[in-house]
């Protein structure tokens, strides 16, 4: 027969994997958001720098 004790243990060691498992699925998420973040402003960055570079300049006059 299954005691209450039983049960309430099963039940605590499911609430902590639970736990651990939340805890790394933050950490987990936080790093790919900082990693994402840290791509697209490179990408802006680089972006500008090199249409800086490559813009012409260029004059028009009135003849």
Known sequence: MIDRAEIEAKAKELEMAIGETR??????????????GIIVVAAFWLGRRRGR???????????
């Open 23 to 36: 805890e790394a699925a933050k950490n987990t998420a936080l790093l790919t958001a900082i990693g994402v």
């Open 53 to 63: 570079k490559g813009s012409a300049v260029v004059e028009i006059y009135k003849v």
